[in-house]
């Protein structure tokens, strides 16, 4: 089973729908990350939160929103989706010490049409 | 951002080797990652650099220069599964210790 899960995998959807990217982790890592992955823009943080009632803005949180609902569960939320949120979502979880690596979810393939 | 530079696509043929360069502007130094992403995949963790020198992991090494802000990856005898994306990224003071990601080196393995 993947330590870090992200659903749904692929999602297709109109204009100004709201939406929920879920992501749920079982590596018992306090941070978690949201990122979007555009060609040639490489990842951008939307959101972070390094414990349940932490949390965090990152460089494009606009029209973005999170829940921190458990340790293991970071929600990313688009409240009125545009097809400029069209991209590759990333879920991310990190352990404490600053040696660690991220760990990555398998993504949501995301498109506003 | 932490201004983290590095080329776009390389190519290489297979059995050869290949440098990827990574040079990165920043604040409070405290750590290097190297990561591969296959198309429409999640990263994967390569390699980890935070004091100078040379860490090697089988057919991956990675090289960091702290006073020039530079690292590298090298790929020796490569194969057609190391073709993907290799991204940098750097871990700061100046970032809130969060890690800030390069674009990424596209590497396309050839026969």
């Known amino acids: 089973d993947a330590d870090v899960t992200q659903t749904p995998r692929n999602r297709i959807t109109k204009t100004g729908k709201r939406i929920m990217l879920e992501c749920s982790q079982t590596?018992?890592?306090?941070?978690m990350y949201w990122y979007r992955q555009d060609p040639g823009l490489g990842l951008r943080l939307i959101y972070y939160?390094?414990?349940?009632?932490?949390?965090n803005k990152g460089e494009i949180s606009d029209g973005y929103s999170v829940s921190r609902q458990a340790q293991a569960k970071f929600s990313l939320s688009l409240e009125s989706a545009i097809p400029n949120q069209t991209a590759l979502y990333f879920c991310?979880?990190?352990?404490?010490?600053?040696?660690?690596?991220?760990?990555f979810g398998d993504g949501t393939r995301l498109s506003i049409l | 951002g932490q201004n983290i530079d590095q080329p776009t696509e390389m190519t290489a043929t297979e059995g050869a080797i290949v440098q990827i360069n990574c040079t990165y502007q920043?604040?409070?130094?405290?750590?290097l990652f190297w990561y591969q992403q296959h198309a429409g995949e999640a990263p994967t963790f390569l390699s980890y650099?935070?004091?100078?020198g040379l860490e090697e992991k089988g057919r991956f090494s990675s090289f960091l220069s702290r006073s020039k802000g530079y690292s590298y990856l090298l790929l020796k005898e490569l194969q057609m599964k190391d073709s993907a994306s290799y991204l940098c990224?750097?871990?700061?003071?100046?970032?809130?210790?969060?890690?800030?990601f390069g674009a990424g080196t596209t590497v396309t393995v050839r026969a």
């Open positions: 991310a979880t990190e352990g404490g010490n600053s040696n660690q690596p991220q760990h």
């Open positions: 590596k018992g890592h306090d941070r």
């Open positions: 939160s390094f414990d349940v009632k932490d949390i």
């Open positions: 920043t604040s409070g130094f405290n750590g």
């Open positions: 650099n935070v004091l100078d």
């Open positions: 990224a750097v871990r700061a003071l100046s970032n809130d210790y969060k890690l800030s």
